[in-house]
């Protein structure tokens, strides 16, 4: 495959994605290198890398050889394949094209796990830094199938929440329990007033008031 001269507005596309390298370095760990390359025809280097320590490589090493097969092969994202390092670690790797709107190759993002580190130090390095797996951090993530079973999770979730605090007044709950919706960021959801005032069985009248409220320092 020919590589060309990227333009600023490839760089661009590239730029944008330095974040994505990072934030999947954070998700699996200290022994997983995240790389992106750019593609450019005179100086075809990396131009992001995290946990660079498993390959020895920085921000302006070349291209490997094998990053470039993967390329010459055609495949958008390679099937997963092992590799070793330089300094003999094991890797499991896959490789992703990035292209931009004509359908030219500009980047590579490549993932690197070291399959040598011990498993326990992979699983630490997995898990979250800021708290244990005793605490929790109040708000769960739910993985809905669709917008409307998010919307009735997490309002049964505040409901629930609210209905049993002791510290919360009964003529304090409903406003409470409104508020706690609007700093989720549910009401910006379509029809999310109507369905909160069924699954709760209060005025719909009685939430738009409340909105009001909450919206009125804000403006």
Not at 119 to 147: C, D, K, W, Y
Not at 190 to 198: E, F, G, L, R, Y
Request: hydrophobic residues 35%.
């Amino acid at each position: 495959m020919k590589l060309h001269k990227l333009t600023p507005k490839d760089m661009e596309i590239l730029n944008a994605i330095k974040n994505v390298v990072d934030g999947i370095a954070t998700m699996y760990g200290s022994h997983t290198e995240v790389v992106l390359h750019s593609l450019d025809r005179e100086n075809p280097s990396v131009i992001k890398i995290a946990n660079g320590h498993i390959t020895g490589r920085r921000v302006g090493a070349p291209i490997t050889n094998l990053a470039l097969e993967k390329l010459k092969r055609g495949q958008d994202i390679s099937e997963t394949y092992l590799s070793q390092s330089g300094n003999g670690k094991t890797l499991k790797s896959i490789t992703t094209v990035i292209r931009n709107e004509k359908q030219m190759a500009i980047g590579l993002l490549c993932i690197n796990t070291d399959m040598d580190a011990p498993l326990m130090s992979v699983l630490r390095s997995m898990l979250p830094q800021q708290s244990p797996l005793t605490e929790h951090s109040g708000t769960s993530e739910v993985f809905a199938v669709n917008i409307e079973e998010t919307l009735h999770s997490t309002i049964d979730k505040v409901n629930q929440e609210v209905r049993h605090c002791e510290q919360i007044p009964p003529s304090k709950k409903n406003r409470e329990i409104v508020t706690r919706l609007f700093d989720a960021g549910i009401f910006e959801l379509k029809d999310s007033a109507q369905v909160a005032a069924k699954r709760l069985d209060i005025s719909v009248h009685t939430i738009y008031r409340y909105l009001r409220e909450l919206k009125a320092p804000q403006e």
